[in-house]
């Protein structure tokens, strides 16, 4: 089932009465993803969420030294894979950043 495809907003997955349950893939608006597992209508389960990246003038990544001259409009990403509860990040994950300027194991604690 498809959803707010006319909002760029678009959920591809399993619903249970009015909310996201089970498996699915949802586009923001910013072109971020999420893959994985659903409840009640947040992020919960295995999950990959990839945020996309744009190299622009003034773009923070700039600061790191990192340049792509020769393609100035590359998307880059950086990779959460993991664990997910109510819709925040929890327990066992892999983060990327792109040009392998870090890549880490660790494992998150959500209190409240």
Known sequence: MEYGKGRNVCYVG?????RKQ???QFLFPSRNTYEGMWSEGKPHGLGTQVQCLFWEP?????????????HPNTI?????EGDWKEGFPEGRF??????????????????S
């Open 14 to 18: 399993e619903w249970e009465g009015d």
């Open 58 to 70: 003034g773009n923070p990544l700039n600061n790191l030294g990192i340049t792509n001259k020769d």
């Open 22 to 24: 089970g498996k699915g």
């Open 76 to 80: 880059l990403a950086n990779i959460y």
């Open 94 to 111: 892999i983060f990327q950043i792109p040009y392998d300027i870090c890549s880490c194991l660790g494992l998150f604690v959500f209190s």
